[in-house]
């Protein structure tokens, strides 16, 4: 895994931790990852649980997957 994975994956869980719902777009934009999948996959094998929820648009009727991590508690 390259240093720009590592770095994504550290942003992208911290994110999580935190309460944030990402999707592809979004992740993107804040932090450059253009494979959100890939480094939720990345995540995944860590040990980190994180669900995926697919999310239709309202407007174009397209679909995406929107991740975030289960409360605790």
């Not at 592809?24 to 995926?52: E, K, N, T």
Request: some cysteine; proline content about 3%.
């Amino acid at each position: 895994m390259s240093a720009t994975h590592e770095s994504q994956n550290k942003k992208i869980l911290n994110a999580l931790y935190y309460g944030a719902t990402l999707t592809p777009l979004l992740a993107l934009h804040c932090y450059g990852c253009m494979r959100l999948g890939a480094r939720v996959w990345d995540l995944r094998r860590q040990g980190h649980r994180i669900d995926r929820h697919m999310v239709t648009d309202k407007h174009t009727g397209k679909r995406y997957a929107a991740y975030s991590m289960p409360r605790e508690g």
